[in-house]
């Protein structure tokens, strides 16, 4: 009778493992797409200040930092396994060590001012 209570519950614990897995997988996607999403907001706004001279290096260093973080995450991805030995309380240090990865594509977004066009002449400018 005890076995077919330890099965029993087995049994039904592992959908929730694989839930637990496939939740996890989803938060670490969101948290993916607000990282490359501030990523992209700060390289635009480095974009712009950067002088004409210097844009073809700035792009490609920034292209490369896309590059990174979208391989980075497609590892992250792939290690997030419904493994039935894990125990859930493990999953927060996968999260946050996951996170720390990441944290090199981080940066301060700065806002820029926006230009002002200059005030239209009076009198049609003859």
Do not use: N, W
Request: aromatic letters at 4%; charged letters at 30%.
């Amino acid at each position: 009778m005890k076995t077919s209570h330890a099965l029993l519950l087995a049994f039904c614990a592992a959908p929730a493992l694989a839930q637990d897995a496939g939740v996890q997988k989803e938060l670490m996607q969101r948290r993916q797409a607000t990282d490359a999403f501030e990523l992209q907001l700060r390289q635009s706004q480095e974009a712009l200040k950067a002088p004409a001279a210097a844009r073809g290096e700035v792009e490609a260093r920034q292209l490369g930092e896309r590059q990174r973080l979208e391989s980075l995450s497609s590892e992250q991805l792939r290690d997030v396994k419904p493994d039935a030995s894990m125990q859930p309380q493990l999953r927060p240090y996968e999260m946050q060590k996951a996170d720390a990865e990441r944290a090199p594509f981080r940066g301060p977004v700065i806002e820029v001012p926006a230009r002002t066009s200059p005030p239209a002449r009076e009198g049609g400018g003859r």
